[in-house]
């Protein structure tokens, strides 16, 4: 089956520690992203990626960090630095710059939710 | 700076009644439309998708009706079921169809 895989579903971090959240996908697309969701409030990009070992920040990059080594995964980090870290994490991907006419659907996978304790 | 704009916040549709759902955008250089629908727990998924040279597009129960003079457009669901009750999120972007500016979504509920 053909999607995106994020892990783990669930994650408590401390104060001052860094998690890293997974996201691996099997759909052969090119760009992949990053996107926060709080409760109330709809979805953010922290970050994204057109291309191996190349990624841009989105509106909400400060306190988080990522990495594009493999076409298959981009892996965010939180950081400490994030202040409030506390929401839903959605990673997606598409066929990147589609141009007119050209299907450029985004597929989502399922998420991580992550609390601070 | 917001630059999409979704109303209602919450909306209560009997069975069988039709949902409305509208969102007004602000930059005039986005040419992708998409509409997600995504369920407690989930990740959102793509229900349907305008680009601004149709009005209007209909697939199945679900039409999205496209004002590129108004900057607006709006999802219309048909016949709706409580099986349509969700999270509803409208969105646009610039020739890319991952790096979205999302709205603030709706929760649709639709009462038997």
Redesign the interface.
């Known amino acids: 089956d053909g999607g995106?895989t994020?892990s783990p579903k669930y994650l408590f971090r401390k104060e001052g520690q860094n998690v890293t959240l997974s996201c691996e996908q099997n759909l052969n697309h090119d760009?992949?992203?990053w996107y926060r969701q709080d409760p109330?409030?709809?979805?953010?990009?922290i970050y994204?990626s057109q291309i191996v070992n190349d990624f841009q920040k989105?509106d909400i990059a400060e306190g988080y960090s990522v990495s594009r080594e493999k076409k298959e995964s981009f892996p965010l980090t939180v950081t400490s630095a994030q202040k409030n870290p506390t929401a839903f994490y959605?990673c997606?991907?598409?066929?990147?710059?589609?141009?007119?006419?050209v299907?450029?659907?985004?597929?989502?996978?399922?998420?991580t939710?992550l609390t601070v304790v | 700076q917001q630059q999409?704009k979704?109303s209602p916040?919450s909306l209560i549709v009997q069975k069988g009644g039709i949902s409305i759902i509208n969102c007004a955008y602000e930059n005039t250089a986005f040419?992708?439309f998409?509409w997600?629908q995504q369920f407690p727990?989930?990740?959102?998924?793509?229900l349907i998708?305008i680009?601004p040279d149709v009005s209007e597009k209909k697939e199945g129960r679900f039409t999205i009706s496209f004002n590129k003079s108004a900057k607006q457009f709006s999802l219309h669901i048909m016949d709706s079921q409580p099986g349509d009750s969700a999270t509803y999120?409208c969105?646009a972007?610039i020739?890319?169809?991952?790096?979205?500016?999302?709205?603030?979504?709706t929760e649709l509920s639709v009462k038997p």
């Open positions: 995106i994020q760009a992949m992203y109330g409030q709809g979805l953010r990009l994204y989105g959605l997606a991907s598409s066929t990147g710059t589609g141009g007119f006419l299907n450029t659907e985004a597929f989502f996978g399922q998420g939710r | 999409v979704q916040q040419d992708y998409p997600y727990g989930k990740g959102p998924a793509l998708a680009r999120f969105a972007s020739n890319q169809g991952g790096k979205l500016i999302f709205g603030q979504g």
